[in-house]
C-alpha cells in the first residue's frame, strides 16, 4: 500500500536511508541520520510529497520530493528521490511509488521533476527513463564520497 509518510515513519525511513548513506553513492550524504532529521525533512515544506510503501505494517521504500532551488522563480520545479529496501529492489515498488509521486506532484501545479544521478548507476537511469525521464545535463566531479570524485547526471520529467 502506498500512502503518505508519518512522523512514526521516520525511524524506518532513516534505516532504510542509512543503508545507502554507509554503502553507496546513491546519497553524497555520509554521516547516519537518525530519526529527527527525518522528521524534520518531511515537515519541511507541505507542498512537497514524502510517500511510503507498506506491506504488511513493515515500510519497504519510500519517495519524496523537495524543493530543486530557492529562488522563487523555480517554485514548479522539484527533485525527486526514491529509496527502497536492497531485498525489495526489482519488484516494482519503486515505480508505483513515482508514479503516485508524480500525480500528487503534477495536481499540486508542479511543471518540471529532476533526478540528480551519482554516475555509473545503470539501474538508476534505466529506472528513471522507464519512467520518462530524459538526460539533461552531467555535471563532472561535484560529489566527493568514499575517497573518489563522482559526475552526477541530470535527468527531467516534463509533467
Do not use: C
Not at 34 to 55: A, D, P, T
Not at 76 to 97: D, N
Not at 111 to 139: C, M, T, W
Amino acid at each position: 500500500m502506498i500512502r503518505e509518510a508519518r512522523e512514526s515513519d521516520a525511524e524506518a525511513i532513516a534505516l532504510i536511508y542509512n543503508d545507502y548513506v554507509l554503502n553507496s553513492t546513491i546519497t553524497f550524504e555520509e554521516k547516519k541520520v537518525n530519526e529527527r532529521i527525518i522528521l524534520e525533512r518531511i515537515n519541511f515544506s507541505k507542498k512537497h510529497q514524502w510517500l511510503v510503501y507498506e506491506k504488511e505494517g513493515v515500510i519497504l521504500g519510500y519517495a519524496f520530493s523537495t524543493k530543486w532551488k530557492t529562488r522563487s522563480a523555480y517554485r514548479f520545479t522539484v527533485e525527486s528521490s526514491v529509496y527502497i529496501i536492497p531485498q525489495q529492489q526489482k519488484k516494482g515498488i519503486g515505480t508505483a511509488l513515482y508514479k503516485r509521486l508524480i500525480e500528487l506532484l503534477t495536481k499540486k501545479g508542479f511543471r518540471r521533476i529532476l533526478a540528480g544521478i551519482p554516475l555509473p548507476n545503470d539501474q538508476s537511469v534505466y529506472f528513471h527513463e522507464k519512467l520518462g525521464f530524459k538526460k539533461v545535463g552531467q555535471l563532472e566531479e561535484v560529489g566527493f564520497k568514499f575517497k573518489r570524485w563522482i559526475d552526477v547526471g541530470y535527468w527531467e520529467l516534463k509533467i
